[in-house]
């Protein structure tokens, strides 16, 4: 699967904030084998972290860096951060957030496809994260977006995939869509279940940072991935409503 272009070198993108210190953080971006990093530049710049050592950190990584916007609110606030992001890392892809609402983090859909088309046309490769919404999605792909990410859940709230119908739906209507589930992840398994519902990838953060082993939980989610990716190519078996009996039976016991 491509990402505009790209092949990824894994399909477990990894989130880089929270973590208890810059080893371990290290640590499980290695046990995970992550093919992208995500950095919030505003959350960084406001942290103790701040500045040209974290982020010179996080390239030293050796892994595809893709900005995000986390924390922003608005258009503008998005298209700056944006912009700051692409001299700092000197890359164009970003992860676009504007968050429009403050208890579940959800996205902003009317902004986020403005925010969306205004990067795109000045270069940017976005990748949105999104509600699980059909016309928005629909809406970003016309503002020149190549890559979905719908939420499982709410950031950081570990529910894993809140609404298996709706995101079964975004994948049935974009079969050649790059869809990553974003956020909510919250244990190996909705890792795995998200790959066999035919996602290309999942990004998580928080699920590892705040896990009491994060490089453990890395090589968990790891593992995750890859098994739902094998499962999906493998060609799942149809669910059944009844029951099929899967030991043949070749006449019946007789009681004398
Ligand atoms: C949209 C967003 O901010 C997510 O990328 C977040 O970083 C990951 O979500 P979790 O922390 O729930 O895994």
């Known amino acids: 699967m491509l990402f505009?272009?790209?092949?990824?070198?894994?399909?477990?993108?990894?989130?880089?904030?929270?973590?208890?210190?810059?080893?371990?953080?290290?640590?499980?971006?290695?046990?995970?084998?992550?093919?992208?990093?995500?950095?919030?530049?505003r959350r960084e710049s406001a942290g103790l972290?701040?500045?040209?050592?974290?982020?010179?950190?996080?390239?030293?990584?050796?892994?595809p860096v893709l900005p995000n916007t986390a924390g922003c609110h608005t258009v503008k606030?998005?298209?700056t951060t944006a912009q700051m992001a692409r001299e700092i890392f000197d890359t164009d892809w970003i992860k676009l957030e504007v968050i429009g609402e403050s208890d579940t983090l959800q996205p902003d859909m009317f902004a986020l496809v403005e925010a969306a088309r205004i990067l795109t046309e000045d270069g940017f490769k976005?990748?949105?994260?999104?509600?699980?919404?059909?016309?928005?999605?629909?809406?970003?792909?016309?503002?020149?977006?190549q890559v979905l990410m719908p939420w499982g859940a709410p950031i950081g709230s570990g529910r894993g995939l809140n609404n298996l119908f709706g995101l079964r739906a975004l994948?049935?209507?974009?079969?050649?869509?790059?869809?990553?589930?974003?956020?909510?992840?919250?244990?190996?398994?909705?890792?795995?279940?998200a790959m066999?519902?035919?996602?290309?990838?999942?990004l998580i953060n928080t699920a590892v940072a705040k896990a009491g082993d994060p490089v453990a939980m890395a090589g968990a989610f790891r593992l995750a991935v890859e098994a739902g990716l094998a499962?999906?190519?493998?060609?799942?078996?149809?669910?059944?409503?009844?029951?099929?009996?899967s030991t043949p039976?070749?006449?019946?016991a007789v009681l004398a």
């Open 4 to 41: 505009y272009g790209t092949e990824l070198s894994s399909r477990l993108m990894l989130g880089t904030a929270q973590y208890p210190s810059p080893d371990i953080l290290a640590g499980a971006v290695r046990a995970a084998r992550a093919g992208v990093v995500t950095v919030s530049l």
């Open 49 to 63: 972290r701040a500045g040209q050592a974290f982020w010179s950190m996080i390239r030293g990584l050796g892994v």
């Open 77 to 79: 606030e998005a298209v």
């Open 126 to 145: 976005v990748f949105p994260y999104m509600t699980e919404d059909l016309v928005g999605a629909e809406r970003l792909l016309q503002a020149g977006c």
């Open 171 to 193: 994948r049935a209507h974009f079969p050649d869509v790059p869809l990553v589930v974003d956020a909510g992840i919250g244990l190996p398994s909705h890792a795995a279940q």
């Open 196 to 202: 066999e519902l035919g996602y290309d990838a999942v």
């Open 231 to 245: 499962a999906r190519s493998a060609d799942p078996m149809e669910e059944r409503d009844m029951a099929v009996p």
């Open 249 to 252: 039976v070749l006449g019946r």
